[in-house]
């Protein structure tokens, strides 16, 4: 079953560091590049950051640099985003994206699989 579960967000606080996690299907970590994306109230999605397949490449958001990196664990099929130094306007529901195509996760097309999002709220 093809599926990607986010997990680790949360209440925090300005200046806290944060890690989340995507578990992904067996299938979509191997060939797929992975992907995080947020969205806040009333706002558009943004690309957040994004590993390809086999993890040599990495791509974090200009707005997110250089306070973020996302990183690949192969023993646990998890991609992670962290974040640190996390600021209020970081607030937003993150979702996991995979697709075969990388520029999809770019914005050339919406990716194939997404995750159902995890919500992370930064107090100032």
């Known amino acids: 079953q093809v599926q990607l579960v986010e997990s680790g967000g949360g209440l925090v606080h300005t200046g806290d560091s944060l890690r989340l996690s995507c578990a992904a299907s067996k299938d979509l970590f191997e060939n797929d590049a992975i992907g995080w994306f947020r969205q806040a109230p009333g706002k558009e999605r943004e690309f957040v950051a994004a590993i390809n397949w086999n993890g040599g490449h990495t791509f974090i958001a200009d707005s997110q640099k250089p306070r973020s990196t996302i990183s690949k664990d192969n023993a646990k099929n998890t991609v992670y985003l962290q974040m640190n130094n996390v600021k209020p306007e970081d607030t937003a529901v993150y979702y996991c994206?995979?697709?075969?195509?990388?520029?999809?996760?770019?914005?050339?097309?919406?990716?194939?699989?997404w995750g159902q999002g995890t919500q992370v709220t930064v107090s100032s």
């Open positions: 994206a995979a697709d075969p195509d990388p520029y999809n996760l770019f914005g050339r097309a919406s990716p194939n699989y």
